[in-house]
């Protein structure tokens, strides 16, 4: 690779490329195409951001800033019209083709052997025969999503939703209606768009919508500019606050501290922001303590039980060696997994994972034996 091309094509200094290097820019050479991942944001430049081999880069996903008090946020983020868009809960990909082969790449920049399958199978191949340089940026989706299984979505397994489009050496993303318009002329799936309201009248409306995503199970919504002259916002359910919050006390030594606070924090803008009456804040601390002492609870006495925690996930694959990629890219990323003998299925097979959750399982082993905290 020509690091002097390539940090020019960055916008930095052939010496602060070589700088970074090691500390925040990692060589991957597995599986192919090797590339260069930028671990952390700096420069001005995407945590995620990819250089391929070639000489090809895909710029970091942008990171999404939180609304927490609705009205006020979009009232001083946004100036006229703003569009709103489910937002789905699950993994976040990009998707493009390098010297012509369909990858697809994880939000810290991995290539992900399981995703790489799903996109190649979802995916019609003229998308990438037409636009070589494009990059479609989409959510993950599914009960068989083995980083958030969620079964609140259409489909009995994994599918993909677009939410926005990019290119090849390209910071800039191409918008809400070029984004649409483009999944219906290619007949794929992109998130809802669920209205575009004039900012005066959208808090008010971005409310009820939400309130009925979280009624269904789902996760939010993202905020946008139509025209793509601010950044989005994003604002979430009470009831996926929640559910993350259930899901991190079931395991609760494997997050870290900031995961638990900032959902709590939420609840308490929200209750305030829409002027709950005592019986709907009350239904909140319900909601929001059962969320945090139930699976806690279970958590405990399971391990009291003799039995360990974990967390069991399963992915349907049509290759064996796709199952087998993606044990060693959960291995590489620092996750502990054990994969059960694929089942042979219709069309492929069925993979059963079971996720250790080390951290919660000693913790709760030494505490139940009296260990102090
Ligand atoms: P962030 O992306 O803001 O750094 P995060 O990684 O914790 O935060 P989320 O809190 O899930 O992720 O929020 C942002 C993510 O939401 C995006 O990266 C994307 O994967 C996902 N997403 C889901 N639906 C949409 C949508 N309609 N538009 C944009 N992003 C969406
Ligand atoms: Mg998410």
């Not at 990692?26 to 195409?33: D, T, V």
């Not at 991942?37 to 081999?53: D, L, M, N, P, Q």
């Not at 002259?229 to 494997?254: G, I, Q």
């Not at 399963?314 to 044990?327: C, D, H, M, W």
Request: glycine share 6%.
């Amino acid at each position: 690779m020509n690091l002097g091309r390539v940090a020019e094509k960055l916008g930095i200094t052939k010496e602060r490329l070589q700088n970074l290097h090691d500390a925040v820019v990692k060589q991957s050479s597995w599986p192919e195409p090797r590339l260069l991942r930028f671990e952390k944001a700096t420069s001005g430049i995407e945590a995620g951001t990819v250089v391929f081999e070639n000489g090809e880069i895909i710029y970091g996903y942008p990171k999404i800033r939180r609304a927490m008090m609705l009205g006020p946020a979009v009232e001083k983020h946004f100036s006229g019209v703003v569009a709103v868009e489910e937002k789905m809960n699950g993994h976040n990909v990009r998707i493009s083709s390098v010297d012509g082969d369909v990858v697809a790449l994880t939000r810290g920049g991995f290539i992900c052997p399981y995703s790489t399958e799903v996109a190649q199978r979802l995916l019609p191949e003229e998308i990438f025969e037409e636009h070589p340089d494009l990059v479609l940026c989409g959510e993950m989706v599914g009960p068989e999503n083995p980083y958030v299984p969620k079964s609140i979505y259409p489909t009995d397994t994994i599918d993909f939703y677009l939410f926005d489009l990019s290119r090849k050496n390209c910071k800039s993303t191409l918008g809400v209606h070029k984004t649409h318009r483009f999944a219906e002329d290619h007949g794929i799936r992109a998130t809802a768009l669920l209205g575009e309201f004039n900012k005066d009248k959208a808090p008010e409306k971005i409310k009820q919508i939400v309130k009925r995503l979280g009624r269904q199970g789902r996760e939010g919504v993202v905020i946008k500019d139509p025209d793509n002259l601010a950044a989005p916002l994003k604002y979430t359910s009470s009831e996926t606050n929640c559910n993350d919050l259930s899901v991190a006390f079931r395991y609760y030594n494997d997050y870290a501290l900031d995961f638990f606070l900032s959902r709590a924090i939420r609840e308490g803008f929200q209750s305030v922001e829409w002027k709950e009456s005592d019986d709907e804040r009350r239904a909140r601390a319900l909601r929001l303590g059962e969320s945090i002492l139930l699976p806690m609870v279970d958590t405990i006495q399971r391990k009291q039980a003799g039995e360990n925690i974990a967390q069991k996930v399963q992915i349907r694959v049509k290759s064996l060696q796709t199952a087998r990629e993606f044990e060693y890219h959960l291995r590489r990323s620092g996750m502990r997994a054990i994969f059960d003998q694929p089942e042979p299925d219709d069309d492929g097979y069925l993979v059963r994972i079971t996720k250790l959750v080390m951290s919660t399982n000693d913790k709760t082993q030494a505490l139940l034996e009296g260990e102090t905290w």
